[in-house]
């Protein structure tokens, strides 16, 4: 998994990013292990090891994690869960039921690890699987899934979040399962927006973070689903350097043109947080 941006906002794409960060976990800094593969997230109310996942912890989960909107009691996707800090945000901010898949066996034991040891393991459940073929699979089912009262899974999703494994080819890793994590092999924009359509309700949104450099992309794929974005969070890392991340929502609905954008950047001239990062975020970290 991971993590690098947010800004101040609301449930609507006019508002503010600030109320998002209202009734979000508490999270302390991770804290290094041993070895630099050992590391742990303590969080004020979960505890994450991610030792065992190939993409770690990082602000860009958190930072997603606050932003989006959250309603209570709709069921919520995690796509790509690593160890599930996505899949745990949002059961904490209320969401029900959470369902998160993981497509390495590691990271998905490790996701389920989590789980059973957080408060909320009648509220996430963690699949080992991969996106696309399970979200086709599961809308295929969904009837069937509505009409079985033993089922533990929704039929459809309200919410869909994901921290996709965005970065590119050419970046890939020596390591072996980092690069099954960063690639996705075949996890591209066009094949994860519109797993997430099958799974979506009519009225349902996605949620995600990606590269500047990738926003034509999206645009177009969102497009070929019948996505079109309803907030977008621009995300700088200083004042001096250009925005390079992309807090992203989508719903459903012909197109009526891109909203203003928000904007955040994370810290100041003198390196420290800013107050916006701050006012977001400062519910997850324990000082």
Not at 260 to 265: F, R
Request: net charge neutral; charged share 15%; with cysteine.
């Amino acid at each position: 998994m991971s993590a690098a941006r947010s800004t101040s906002m609301s449930s609507s794409s006019s508002s503010s990013c600030s109320q998002s960060g209202v009734m979000i976990l508490s999270c302390a800094k991770r804290l290094s292990a041993e070895s630099k593969r050992q590391m742990s997230f303590q969080c004020r109310q979960f505890y994450l090891k991610d030792d065992h996942c190939a993409m770690k912890v990082s602000t860009d989960s958190l930072l997603l994690g606050s932003w989006a909107v959250v309603q209570p009691h709709e069921a919520t996707l995690d796509l790509g869960c690593g160890c599930g800090i996505l899949a745990l945000m949002m059961a904490q901010r209320g969401a029900a039921p959470v369902v998160a898949l993981e497509l390495d066996a590691a990271a998905a034991a490790q996701a389920q690890a989590n789980v059973a040891a957080s408060p909320w393991p009648q509220v996430v459940q963690v699949e080992q699987a991969e996106v696309v073929n399970w979200c086709a699979h599961h809308a295929s089912y969904a009837v069937a899934i509505e009409q079985d009262d033993a089922s533990k899974l929704p039929a459809q999703f309200a919410h869909v979040i994901f921290n996709p494994p965005y970065f590119a080819a050419h970046l890939a890793s020596d390591d072996q399962q980092r690069r099954l994590a960063r690639q996705g092999q075949g996890a591209v924009w066009s094949d994860w927006l519109q797993a997430a359509s099958h799974v979506l309700t009519a009225t349902g949104r996605v949620s995600f973070i990606a590269p500047v450099l990738a926003w034509s992309a999206i645009l177009t794929a969102a497009s070929a689903v019948q996505l079109q974005v309803s907030r977008y969070c621009e995300v700088q890392a200083t004042p001096n350097k250009p925005a390079r991340l992309l807090l992203i929502e989508l719903q459903r609905g012909n197109q009526r043109g891109l909203p203003p954008p928000q904007q955040l950047c994370i810290r100041n001239q003198t390196n420290q947080y800013t107050d916006e990062f701050k006012q977001l975020t400062g519910a997850f970290y324990l000082n």
